[in-house]
């Protein structure tokens, strides 16, 4: 129910656009300001290129929700998240969940070796806006 309650503020208060790909994630680009919102039952990880924006969008949450503000994730759904605000960049690992089921299985001291990607595989421009590659309809591979 929570969830729900949630989903209609973004969206008909808020102004969010929910995404195609995923409707549990939610986008909005106000005076060229790009805020990102993944909603997991009633979690909320917000990821935005304006601090002041996040902040507006936190006090309009905290006003309609009870909310706790656990600051910046270093951890969401078994992503490790690591910033780097002076590039201004976002890294995502699954290091340690990789390591877990390695661990698991016994092979942790196996021999590596290397796998080059594909050569059609497309990368995302890093410098593309944020909401122009969430709106989209150009499926990446």
Not at 36 to 43: C, E, N, R, S
Not at 60 to 65: D, E, G, H, M, P
Request: glycine content about 4%; hydrophobic content about 40%; aromatic content about 8%.
């Amino acid at each position: 129910m929570l969830h729900a309650n949630i989903d209609r503020f973004l969206i008909d208060v808020l102004r969010f656009e929910s995404s195609s790909f995923d409707p549990c994630v939610y986008a909005r680009l106000k005076d060229n300001k790009a805020l990102i919102i993944a909603l997991y039952v009633d979690d909320l990880l917000l990821a935005g290129d304006d601090k002041g924006y996040i902040s507006w969008v936190k006090r309009q949450l905290s006003k309609r929700f009870e909310m706790i503000d656990m600051g910046g994730a270093e951890i969401c759904l078994g992503l490790e998240i690591t910033r780097d605000c002076a590039n201004r960049t976002l890294k995502l690992t699954q290091t340690s969940y990789a390591t877990s089921i390695l661990d698991g299985l016994g092979i942790t001291k196996c021999r590596r070796v290397v796998t080059l990607l594909k050569s059609h595989l497309k990368s995302i421009n890093s410098s593309a806006p944020l909401i122009r590659i969430f709106q989209s309809n150009e499926k990446l591979s």
